[in-house]
């Protein structure tokens, strides 16, 4: 499995990764979400995923230091982002 290791800031806290949008698989690579000039996340709301959404367990290796959601089944699932750390959200 490929990904990226967080990285930290100056007081050792990680930065927050996300499973990758373009990926066929999830969780197959993981990209660091970014912040724009204004300390502020950046987003994408246009963009899509190209795998089926899958519950994970917040446990599971694969995804440690991935930003998890809970879904509106209750079920956890990672943030998802562009290659650019843009993370992906619905404003619908």
């Known amino acids: 499995m490929s990904s990226k290791n967080a990285l930290k800031d100056p007081n050792s806290v990680a930065t927050l990764l996300a499973v990758l949008n373009t990926d066929a698989i999830q969780g197959t690579n993981k990209v660091r979400i970014a912040i ?4 502020e996340i950046l987003v994408d709301t246009t ?12 446990k599971d290796d694969n995804y440690v230091g991935c930003w998890l959601f809970q879904g509106s089944d209750g079920n956890p699932y990672p943030a998802v982002a562009t290659s650019a750390g843009a993370l992906l959200v619905d404003v619908s």
């Open 47 to 58: 963009s899509t995923i190209s795998f089926t959404m899958i519950p994970v367990d917040e």
């Open 36 to 39: 724009n000039s204004s300390n």
